[in-house]
C-alpha cells in the first residue's frame, strides 16, 4: 500500500498551527500510525490508529482521518517539535511508511 | 524499560555477507512479533521483515531472498542475516517491537539503530 505524505518539508514559527497530511493508495481504515525522528535517533511512536496519542506525548499533538486521508495536527508548534514526522499504515504487510515530512523552526 | 538494542554492522563489499543481532529487554519476547525497518542515507524509512511470535516470516520485495530474519526466544534475540549484499543496501537498520496498541499494530519501541555500509 503506497502511502503519500505531504508537504515534503515545511518551516513554521513557535506557536504556529501545523498540518500534515497523509493519504494511503487504498482504504485502510484507521490503522495508520505516526512517527517523529530527529536526526541520528531512532524514530518515536506519537499517534496509533489515526487518532489515539500515545502515553507520554503532549496533548498539542492529534491525529484524525479515515479510509484514506489523514492528518497529523501539531496545536501550538514548540522548539522542541522539529524533526521528521513519517507515516505509517499497519492494515497490510509490508507495513509501509510515507516518504516523511521534514519540519524545521523559523 | 522495555529496550531493543541492535549490533552486527559495519562495512562490508559488495556481494558480501552481515548477520545483525537485536537483543530484547524488559518483556516477555516471546510473545511479540520483531521486525526489521532500514533508512538509507538522507532517506525515508523501509520496513523490509517481520518474524511473527509462531516464526512466521515476512519481507519486502527488495531483500526477499537475499535476507532471512530469524529469532532465538532462549536469547531473547532477532537476527537479519544478509547476503549478496548491494550498494543500495547501505543503510542504518533498526530492530523494533511489534507491539499492539488498542487494537492497532505498532513499532514501540525502536533501537538505536546500526550502520552497513556496503562498499568495494
Known sequence: IQMTQSPSSLSASVGDRVTITCRAGQRISTYLN???????????????GSSNVQTGVP???????SGTDFTLTISSLQPEDFGTYYCQQ????PYTFGQGTKLEIK | DVQVAESGGGIVQPGGSLRLSCVASGFTFS????HWVRQAPG????????????????????V????????????????????????????????ARGATAGTWPVLDPWGPGTLVTVSS
Do not use: H
Open chain 2, 64 to 95: 526477499k531472498g537475499r535476507f532471512t530474519i530469524s529469532r532465538d526466544d532462549a536469547k531473547n534475540t532477532v537476527y537479519l542475516q544478509m547476503n549478496s549484499l548491494r550498494d543500495d543496501d547501505t543503510a542504518t537498520y533498526y530492530c
Open chain 1, 59 to 65: 496533548s498539542r499533538f492529534s491525529g484524525s482521518g
Open chain 1, 34 to 48: 505516526w512517527y517523529q525522528q530527529k536526526s541520528g535517533t531512532a524514530p518515536k511512536l506519537l499517534i496509533f
Open chain 2, 31 to 34: 510473545e511479540y512479533w520483531m
Open chain 1, 90 to 93: 499497519s492494515y497490510s504487510s
Open chain 2, 43 to 62: 532517506e525515508a524509512l523501509m520496513w523490509i521483515s517481520r518474524v511473527n511470535n509462531d516464526g512466521t516470516t515476512t519481507y519486502a520485495d527488495s
